[in-house]
């Protein structure tokens, strides 16, 4: 039951990697590394309890902290320096 | 299937390195990095080491992102194209590879029980913590009494690190320049906001827990206080980095960061008083597996400060120059 919700966690992962790679757009990358946090928040949970060490959710518990931490300091870059275009024309 | 998962990741962590070097886009390549220090922590939570996923998390998703996007602000988005000698570069990199691939193959297998390293200090180390120190993180144990010493010169290396980054931030922003300390950073928006001041608090609260729990769970000095940092970080990014000075003004950084360090050295002169050796604890207290959980303690104390007051220092540093438009 675990392995096939952490699998399902990983297919989510390769997908919001797909997008912070492709972009195009500034907020799809934002979106993106958010979403990546989440996941990684959610792997690390369902791997303690496959592995059988529930304990270690202390540091599931730390990513979800600082994960909106991140998030909230990139906005306030976004809003603070002026862009020159806001589609960034990346790869 | 440890095996399974790890390889995933670190193939996903090896094409997400590979973008971070292609992109010409500065910003692109902090989002990225942010997510390279995800997948990196996700590997150690994977091979059990769970104090050192805790930093990378603490660190490396937060507090660098951070740091990375402060200095973003001083200089232009797009890399500059710089002329390399790229047949140079591409045949060093060949060799040093071909160099590193061929050594792995004497490495042994992961996880085996026959290694070098499992056979000489590691068994001693699970052996005597219980005895010595008895609590269960064995992993604190090494850091803060068996290998002290070598905590401590990390602590003189955040210490030395801060006073660099002031110098060279540190001098007064030319005349005319944009810089507003009253900026007004997030205030003005509802969601952040009530989420973000929810959550200052609870941070606090786990970034104690981790430093004084460090002893039976994940966790310890270093850990904790770039969790604190983090807190006073987002209350800088909420209200504007003029309330957040004030709420714990440049003094009080440096005197952490100082206290910090002098915490930590001055628990070895006082073991040397004491008639013991440096940063030999036993000798603090009558009871020695007392005396060394209180060595620990005090010394976590010392680490936790140092790096708080350097993060948020270096932050600070960052923060007051001018923006770069």
Redesign the interface.
Known sequence: MYLVVSIAILVTMILALVRALRGPTVYDRVLAVNMFGTKTVLLLAVIAFLFGRPDFLDLALAYALINLVGVLAVLEFIQNKPRKAETSNID | M?IV?AL?LLT?LV??AL?IV????L??AV??T??FS??M??NF??LDA?DV??TE??VG??IT??IF?AA??LTT?HEKPHLSRRKLNTVVITILASLIIYATFDKPRLGDPDAPVHQHLAPWYLEKTPEYMDFPNVVTAILGSFRGYDTLGEVFVVFAACIGVLFILGVKPPEGSTYNPY?S??KHHLI?QV??RL?IP??VL?GLY?QFHGEY???GGF?AGA?IA?AI??YA??EGEAAALRAVPRSVLLGLVIGGATLYGGVGVVCILMGGNFLEYTVLLDNPVAAQQTGIILIEAGVGMAVCGALLSIFHAFAARP?R?
């Not at chain 2, 292609?22 to 886009?25: R, S």
Request: charged content about 5%.
């Open positions: 440890i998962f995933f996903l094409i997400t973008a292609q992109t010409t886009n910003f692109v989002m990225l942010s997510i995800l997948l922590a996700s939570f994977i769970a996923a805790l998390a603490a998703a937060g992102t951070v996007l973003l602000m988005e900026r950073g997030l952040p989420v973000g959550l609870f941070l786990f981790v769970s994940p966790g850990q969790l983090s970080i987002l990014l909420l923006m438009v």
